[in-house]
């Protein structure tokens, strides 16, 4: 049986899940460049500023994180899909999974990627 911890984000400025979940050596690895596990949110900050800062876009109302060995998934809800497309291709062209399940104007956006 797989033990899966729930977090939800209210607010990323200071919520401790906002951060990469990479373990006790993340700050080593990435001072040598290597990679390390970050979250969607993340790339979209690497990709805006090109530091890597977290950047929360508005469209993700909803936030919430599933950790299981291996995967971490990020599960978003929103009723703003329309200005999630330019995100949601960036983001899969960088390696996640994306998956949309649309419901009426609301929609669950899955986002995933395998540990590294």
């Known amino acids: 049986m797989t033990n899966i911890q729930n977090h939800t984000i ?7 899940d906002a951060t990469p979940w990479a373990g006790a050596g993340a700050a080593h690895a990435e001072a040598r460049g ?16 090109g530091d890597g800062s977290l950047r929360v876009p508005a469209w993700a109302q909803h936030r919430s994180v ?7 998934l990020y599960l978003v809800e929103t009723d703003r899909l329309a200005e999630a497309g330019t ?7 960088r390696g996640w999974h994306v998956r949309v399940d649309r419901e009426g104007d609301a929609a669950n956006i899955t986002l995933s990627r395998q540990a590294a």
């Open 10 to 16: 209210t607010n990323p400025s200071t919520s401790t």
């Open 34 to 49: 290597e990679h390390t596990l970050r979250t969607p949110y993340h790339e979209l900050g690497q990709l805006g500023s």
């Open 66 to 72: 599933y950790r299981s060995a291996g995967r971490t």
């Open 87 to 93: 995100d949601l291709d960036a983001l899969a062209r």
